[in-house]
Nanobody, 123 residues
Framework: EVQLQASGGGLVQAGGSLRLSCAAS????????IGWFRQAPGKEREAVSC????????YYANSVEGRFTISSDNAKNTVYLQMNSLKPEDTAVYYC????????????????WGQGTQVTVSS
């Protein structure tokens, strides 16, 4: 069974940090791009960051570039999202997603979706 298990969300003050983890199983990890989408109430779903497990190419949304860092530990089939300098506008449910190509993932054409983890940033 394909699983994308997201964890690491929580409540943090503005300027603080969190690290999200996505543990993947049930498919060939190295053949996929893994990333994070987020959705807040009243806002459109947004691609936050993605990484190709094979080439390590990355993508960042303009709103998070310079503050967030995505990384992949292929030995553990796990992708991490280090979030620094968090802002209240980062508050959302963050979803771990996967696609066969990074370009597809950036467009929202995902093959697999995981359960979200809540990130709340207080002012």
């Amino acid at each position: 069974e394909v699983q994308l298990q997201a964890s690491g969300g929580g409540l943090v003050q503005a300027g603080g940090s969190l690290r999200l983890s996505c543990a993947a199983s049930g498919f060939t990890f190295d053949d996929y791009a893994i990333g994070w989408f987020r959705q807040a109430p009243g806002k459109e779903r947004e691609a936050v960051s993605c990484i190709s497990s094979s080439t390590l190419s990355t993508y960042y949304a303009n709103s998070v570039e310079g503050r967030f860092t995505i990384s992949s530990d292929n030995a553990k089939n796990t992708v991490y999202l280090q979030m620094n300098s968090l802002k209240p506008e980062d508050t959302a449910v963050y979803y771990c997603v996967a696609a066969s190509r990074l370009s597809d993932l950036m467009l929202g054409e995902c093959d697999y979706w995981g359960q979200g983890t809540q990130v709340t940033v207080s002012s």
